[in-house]
């Protein structure tokens, strides 16, 4: 009996040193497991991001407060709010601010700086103003889609934008619910405003700009150089900024940056991009020069910077003593010296004659930038028109539009992206204008303001 027990007692100790041994081996087993899997997790080569939409939304971390990219757990939409935001994105040759992430990865954005100022339209719908049919070309209309024929590959990166038709009454209760995809070319809806922080973010610019959104009264929204939210009802006489939106297709690529001001996103690849772009900068005959706009045979350039005399000071004279009209052959005007004393300074070999819109602004009690287009002269040199791109860009100088033919007054650009309306005995700066050949080569350069194009002959 005394052997059988100690037999027993043996048996369960041997079974309980197998068990305890079995049960660390399975614990080391167990945390091993654990320690390497989560050491794999931690340093695993980052994920590559192929496309725009996921290199913000994973590259950006998510916030609940102050300034950063936040996350609409209704609607899966990313968005930015704040002022100090990295938003920056690079297409077309204009730098824009994603406004969005939309839930399919559609991206919204808007253009940073505003690229016209003209009256919006004869009603507040959006749909029929004038700032529709100067961003989006209407068949059989002309001088329309403006700004939309600049745009680079737009059935290759480009969807249609999406604009809010709700009727706002009351700024305290903004919506979204209905909505229009007709075009790709909107302008800001009130409700991305206020997502974006409103005169608290980045979309509050010092500029007085419209919304597409208007109220019951038939007036428009804009916001106001103070970043807050009016409503006009002048818009049909009055001039108020336009800042472009368009939508990113879900599919496009990320090629390079981190969102910076300095080092925006980037997605168009090389071969894409034409050679000299609306947009690019030139170095020709002892000035920097911007590409406003281009055709089949030419190139449209304005210089960066106003006239100077021999000591370097902006040189700042009357437009003409008799009348409002551009004319080079009338002696005394801005238009003769541009065209005799200041056209001889100049290396004219790739200048060509240029035709210059100078109809008034305003025809039959209506202002709208297509009347511009009823009225040319033809010159080697000339001036940027009212409501033309690029035309905000240099304060107190003039332009070539007048109002009314026989007002005595011609437009000028002021501070605050604003047209002004002077008599033309006054003085104000020049920013010259010349077309030139496209058949020109590249010398060097990228075409950027700090490494502008050198371009010569072909």
């Known amino acids: 009996m005394k052997n059988k027990k100690e037999n027993k007692k043996k048996i369960l100790y041997n079974v309980v040193i197998?068990?305890?041994?079995?049960?660390?081996?399975?614990?080391?087993?167990?945390y091993g497991y654990r320690l390497a899997y989560y050491y794999k997790l931690e340093h695993q080569p980052p994920k590559e991001l192929k496309y725009l939409s996921e290199k913000i939304t994973s590259g950006n971390q998510l916030v609940n407060e102050g300034d950063g990219l936040y996350l609409e757990e209704d609607t899966k939409t990313f968005y930015f709010k704040g002022?100090?935001?990295?938003?920056?994105?690079?297409?077309?040759g204009h730098m824009w601010r994603i406004i969005k992430v939309n839930k399919d990865g559609s991206m919204v954005l808007i253009l940073n700086q505003p690229i016209i100022s003209i009256t919006f339209g004869t009603t507040s719908q959006?749909?029929?103003?004038?700032?529709?049919?100067?961003?989006?070309?209407?068949?059989?209309?002309?001088?329309?889609?403006?700004?939309?024929?600049?745009?680079?590959?737009?059935?290759?990166?480009?969807?249609k934008t999406t604009i809010c038709t709700d009727v706002i009454s009351n700024v305290e209760d903004i919506t979204c619910k209905k909505m229009i995809s007709q075009d790709l070319v909107g302008i800001l809806n009130l409700s991305d405003y206020e997502l974006s922080g409103g005169k608290n973010g980045y979309l509050n610019n010092g500029v007085?700009?419209?919304t597409a959104t208007r109220d019951n009264y038939d007036r428009i929204y804009y916001v106001h150089s103070k970043g807050g939210v009016s409503l006009a009802d002048d818009y049909n006489e009055h001039n108020y900024a336009v800042r472009p939106t368009i939508t990113l297709k879900s599919n496009i690529k990320y090629l390079s940056g981190d969102g910076s001001e300095n080092s925006p996103y980037f997605i168009e690849e090389q071969e894409q991009i034409s050679t000299?772009?609306?947009?690019?900068?030139?170095?020709?005959?002892?000035?920097t020069w911007k590409v406003i706009s281009k055709n089949d045979n030419t190139y449209k350039l304005a210089t960066t910077t106003l006239l100077t005399d021999t000591i370097g000071q902006i040189y700042t004279r009357n437009f003409a003593t008799k009348t409002n009209e551009y004319n080079p052959k009338t002696y005394g005007s801005i238009a003769y010296y541009l065209n005799h004393t200041w056209y001889r300074t100049l290396d004219s070999s790739l200048i060509v004659d240029g035709v210059w819109n100078i109809g008034n602004y305003q025809i039959n009690g209506v202002t709208d930038y297509k009347n511009i287009y009823t009225n040319t002269v033809t010159a080697k040199v000339g001036l940027l028109t009212l409501g033309e791109m690029y035309s905000l860009e240099l304060p107190n100088t003039w332009l070539l539009t007048s109002l009314n033919e026989d007002d005595g007054m011609v437009y000028t650009v002021q501070e605050g992206n604003k047209y002004f309306s002077d008599v033309i005995e006054n003085e104000h700066g020049i920013r010259p204008a010349i077309y030139i050949t496209n058949q020109v080569k590249i010398i060097s350069g990228s075409g950027v303001l700090s490494d502008p194009y050198v371009i010569g002959g072909m």
């Open 18 to 30: 197998i068990f305890n041994i079995l049960f660390i081996v399975g614990l080391i087993f167990y």
């Open 83 to 92: 002022v100090n935001v990295n938003n920056y994105l690079y297409y077309s």
């Open 126 to 159: 959006y749909q029929s103003s004038f700032v529709h049919s100067y961003l989006n070309e209407i068949e059989n209309q002309p001088y329309t889609g403006l700004f939309e024929q600049v745009l680079n590959h737009p059935d290759s990166y480009l969807k």
């Open 208 to 210: 007085s700009y419209y």
């Open 276 to 287: 000299i772009q609306v947009g690019n900068y030139v170095n020709y005959s002892g000035y």
